[in-house]
């Protein structure tokens, strides 16, 4: 896995290896409005992820993932976790492993 300094970086060089669709997390899928793809969690894997905090505030924290659905389409999806996490179903908890 490689390591980042900034979101920002981690985006940048994600989107060099690849990852150039951006998803966004909704209560039981993700989506990706650019290309009008739905996944739910049975149809994507992570295949990479990354955690960053706030400089000036813990609870000011996000996460990355790389993902890859199963007929090869990469993008990535930002998120934050903790008290600003979206609100999702089981199963998109435990694909995304936030519990």
Do not use: W
């Amino acid at each position: 896995m490689y390591s980042y300094e900034t979101l920002s970086e981690a985006l940048n060089d994600l989107a060099k290896r690849g990852y150039a669709h951006n998803f966004n997390i909704e209560c039981d899928c993700i989506k990706c409005s650019s290309i009008e793809l739905k996944l739910n969690p049975d149809e994507f894997e992570i295949t990479e992820f990354y955690r960053f905090e706030g400089d000036s505030n813990p609870d000011d924290q996000e996460i990355v993932y790389a993902i890859e659905s199963k007929n090869g389409i990469k993008g990535t999806l930002v998120n934050a976790y903790g008290i600003y996490s979206d609100e999702i179903s089981g199963e998109m908890v435990k694909k995304l492993k936030i519990a």
